[in-house]
């Protein structure tokens, strides 16, 4: 205890150093904040190719061997290198000092879970410049088109993904032993905020799928260089059977997106309605279940595939459920607002647009669940559209909101409010501009990951491809908000929100290198 | 060793990661397994252990049988069943063939996959002896007629009259596939 106050003031080490040897909780989240704001743009760029291409019909600026290239990574990158790592980010920044933590559970670790993604990505991205191209096979990597089919990188896709395995595996490791041992005395489970429960939860999700993810890439690498056949028929393995694995990992994937977001959201609501959260206990319950019936519904997904019709109809039930304690947290978080004394600064609007937006998304997963429905939608731009609406406004919406909401405690300076209320419009603007008509293309029958489509497509593709634009340049008024937050913003007050509690906002602003080294009492707040 | 392995430790988490990871490739006999009790998916189990009696009761029923000859990857191997539909009685005991024809000019591997449908006809149908189990080597424009022998138990579901087996050709020349 001694050794600890006498060091307890020095400040982090000078230079690049620093960040390369950081233990600090801190600097790891801005580290991880930062890299996925990279990938996002990185995966952005891919997206602008992949809607330039799609703005006419015809094949005018790619080949479809590099279209393919582009979806996948695309896909790639943003779901393992900006929506999961940003979330991690904002949980090694927030968890600590939500929880009256000093620090995480093992620091080293977490170290070491950062500095694993930068070569995870930069080996994915170096296949972009190999013989015969990047991987081609879409984010699903479906056998036998990433097996038999698929290019030379793939070995470098796998070995990438097994990176990023670990790396997030040890992320959660370190989150969860975080929350069980290091709470400060008084708080009890059910006393932890939301954002702490929901990133439980989803780091327990992690470390169950991720595992199962890298059996399902080491069993390609096995097919591809040591003659098995898992997913080769003819050698009495099963192409069906990679999809199966897969989903089983993917659709909890798909919440390990998500719920974050709702932790993020389920702390900006209160604080902009000055309410406290309506239903804490039965929005714990909630996640809880959707987390757990989440491994039971992955089937959804290959309704097509030839399932039997008792198979059929148990997915189909079991995704239906899954509306239930999602309808539970949409109606607490209304319930909360109601009657509540609201101000719209920008986390609150983009916290409200989550919802709103998200339940969009939530409806047309509804309708994709219906199996016979299902058939028509299949891999149609209805299914682009429907994950779409619960990824960005939904998950991206959440890390800006975190973003905002958390930004004066990071830096200590207040962002422009002005630019970030721009920033909100021309985003809800861009994003249903981009990704609402896709439903519409869908439902017309336009097959997904193809570089050309119908004449009678061409509308709607270009407002889509004018909205994905306009998404994009969008922004980087956020990059330029955050950076100018960072460097030469007004200093912010140690509670910036009037309605905010927790015990983040009883340390100063910007937070210390060093909180919490004494354990505060949970009732502070 | 309860306190080692509690959830909230590093250690007990480390074992639920390996568990999973291991879990992840036991699905692959779990699927093979559920396949198998369910009769899902077509798939044939292999050649036929049991007694043969080669009776037939006076009174068994009649079915029909297609076969279907696919090729895989669009080979260009003619391969045709030798009579495309047949009648039997359950129980009946039926010699048939598959003619295959290597167009290489070279020396070739292949391995044929049998599918049933409907699939709950799967666990009713079964070969005695068939050209499926083992790797089929042909030498170069060689064409041969591979042999099926096979009947369908009289516990056939009363609903179907008629059934399809199907076979996909492979071409696994030099793959080298590691038995499984």
Known sequence: ?525 | MKLFLKPSSPAGLISIVVLMFVFGFMLVPLYTVFCEVTGLNGKTSGQYQGELTNEVSDNARTVTVQFIANRNDNLPWQFSPKQEVMELMLGERKVTSFRVVNTYDKAVVAQAIPSVSPAAAASHLHKIECFCFQQQALGASESKDMELIFFIDASLPGDITKLTLSYTLSDITGTDLVDM
């Open chain 1, 1 to 525: 205890m001694y050794e600890q106050t006498k060091t307890a003031h020095h400040g982090p080490a000078k230079g690049l150093m620093r960040w390369i040897l950081t233990t600090n909780h801190k600097d790891i989240g801005t580290m991880y904040l930062v890299f996925s704001l990279m990938m996002f743009f990185i995966g952005g760029t891919m997206a602008f190719v992949i809607r330039a291409e799609l703005f006419q019909p015809g094949l005018q600026l790619v080949r479809p061997e590099f279209f393919n290239q582009m979806t996948t990574m695309h896909g790639l990158i943003m779901v393992f290198g900006a929506v999961m790592p940003a979330f991690v980010g904002l949980a090694n920044w927030q968890v600590p000092l939500m929880i009256g933590a000093p620090d995480m559970a093992l620091p080293r670790l977490n170290n070491w879970s950062f500095w694993i993604l930068p070569f995870a990505f930069l080996m994915l991205l170096s296949t972009l410049f190999m013989d015969g191209g990047a991987p081609n096979f879409g984010w699903t990597f479906y056998a036998p088109l990433s097996t038999t089919y698929a290019p030379p990188s793939v070995t470098f896709f796998i070995f990438a993904i097994h990176m990023m395995g670990i790396s997030s595996i040890m992320g959660a490791i370190n989150i969860i032993v975080t929350i069980f041992n290091m709470r400060t005395s008084g708080m009890d489970l059910m006393q932890m905020p939301m954002f702490v429960w929901t990133w439980l939860i989803t780091a327990f999700l992690l470390i169950a799928v991720m595992p199962v993810l890298a059996a399902v890439v080491t069993m390609m690498l096995m097919d591809i260089h040591f003659g098995t056949s898992f997913f080769n028929a003819a050698g009495g393995g099963d192409p069906v059977l990679f999809q199966h694995v897969f989903w089983f990992f993917a659709h909890p994937e798909v919440y390990i997106m998500v719920l974050p977001a709702f932790g993020v959201v389920s702390q900006i609501i209160p604080a902009f309605s000055r309410k406290p959260l309506f239903g804490y206990a039965s929005m714990v319950y909630a996640t809880a279940s959707i987390a757990i019936l989440s491994f039971v519904v992955w089937a959804h997904h290959m309704f097509t595939v030839g399932l039997p019709l008792g198979g059929e109809l148990f997915f189909m039930y079991s995704t239906m459920l899954i509306a239930i304690p999602t309808g539970v947290k949409v109606f607490n978080w209304i319930s909360t607002m109601f009657k509540g004394s609201m101000t719209f600064e920008t986390p609150m609007l983009f916290a409200i647009a989550f919802i709103v937006l998200f339940t969009i998304g939530g409806l047309s997963g509804l309708m994709l669940a219906i199996a016979p429905a299902d058939f028509q939608y299949q891999d149609t731009y209805f299914v682009v559209a429907h994950f779409h609406y619960v990824l960005v406004p939904g998950s991206v919406f959440g890390i800006f909101a975190a973003v905002y909401y958390w930004l004066p405690k990071w830096c200590g300076n207040m962002y422009k409010e002005s630019m970030g209320k721009l920033h909100f419009w021309l985003s809800i603007i861009g994003v249903n501009l981009t990704f609402f008509p896709m439903h519409f293309v869908g439902l017309a029958g336009m097959p997904r990951r193809i570089p050309d489509y119908a004449l009678q497509f061409a509308d709607f593709n270009m407002v889509t491809s004018i909205g994905a634009f306009l998404f994009g340049a969008t922004q980087l008024l956020f990059v330029y908000n955050v950076i100018h937050t960072v460097r030469s913003g007004k200093k912010a007050p140690q509670k910036p929100w009037e309605g905010a509690e927790g015990l983040e906002w009883t340390v100063p602003s910007p937070a210390p290198y060093h909180t919490f080294t004494t354990p505060p009492a949970a009732s502070e707040k």
